[in-house]
């Protein structure tokens, strides 16, 4: 017990120090600002992954893909929707031009080039898509506070509680037990938006919003095991003390962000 405690505080410091940059960002530059932190962090996160790519002897082109992360979210603050479709397709094309023009390239080198870039960039750019919807920078507060409810949630009460694991082959530390702790603490977080914040969507859409969130972030973070485990690597990198790499923190926010956004469109925010 004593050492999970000791962890947990490893990763709530790492946490709050990502978490200052991400409020701050969001609180004094508002979208352009969140645009900015997720340019940054998508970029991080994606080298982790191309590295762990190549370790399955694949050769994904890191520039096309890297430049697509980058522009990804500034794309999405400029222009919405259809500047983030945009940077989108000239990925795709760029990625199949420098499939026809180099031999050595298989086809799976490009199918990694392209999915590595919507994988991270185009999924976490749905936050900035968030912050330009009517009240979008307390949404995406809420969001962010959400996916923060669901790990501290689940990992206080699976560990001390966790008996029935939820994926033994791909994550055996995760729990039946957590995974309700977690959605209890996402929607708690959606439903204290909702009246604090007096947003325009009704309860039960809040509740569905915490739901669809919660289990968002387990299947975002079992994606990112699944990927470590075929990569044989325990971690995606080492720049975050408590949490590995950047991928690793930020896993549950990749399927976070695009879920929480569609779900709001459905709730009628526009």
Request: aromatic share 10%.
């Amino acid at each position: 017990m004593a050492s999970s405690l000791k962890d947990f505080g490893v990763r709530a410091t790492s946490a709050l120090i990502l978490g200052i940059v991400v409020l701050g960002a969001l609180f004094f530059a508002g979208v352009w600002g969140i645009a900015v932190v997720v340019a940054v962090v998508a970029v991080l996160a994606s080298v982790e992954f191309f590295m762990m790519s190549r370790r399955e002897r694949r050769m994904p082109h890191e520039m096309i893909a890297l430049v697509a992360v980058a522009v990804m979210p500034l794309a999405a603050a400029g222009f919405g929707p259809t500047g983030l479709t945009a940077v989108v397709a000239a990925l795709t094309i760029s990625a199949f031009f420098w499939h026809v023009m180099i031999r050595q390239i298989r086809l799976m080198d490009t199918a990694v080039t392209v999915f590595g870039a919507v994988y991270i960039g185009f999924t976490l750019s749905h936050l900035v898509l968030i912050c330009r919807l009517e009240d979008g920078v307390y949404l995406a507060l809420a969001t962010i506070f959400s996916v923060w409810a669901n790990d501290i949630f689940a990992y206080l009460v699976g560990s001390a509680l966790g008996k029935h694991r939820l994926a033994p082959t791909i994550s055996p530390k995760k729990s039946w037990e957590g995974l309700v702790a977690g959605t209890v603490g996402t929607a708690g977080i959606w439903l204290l938006a909702g009246s604090v914040l007096d947003l325009p969507i009704s309860l039960g859409a809040l509740i569905g919003i915490g739901f669809v969130a919660s289990l968002a972030a387990v299947i975002g973070d079992l994606a990112e095991s699944r990927i470590k485990r075929e990569a044989h690597v325990k971690d995606s990198g080492t720049l975050l003390p408590g949490h590995g790499g950047f991928l690793d923190r930020f896993d549950s926010f990749i399927m976070v962000a695009i879920v929480t956004y569609y779900a709001l469109i459905l709730a009628g925010v526009q």
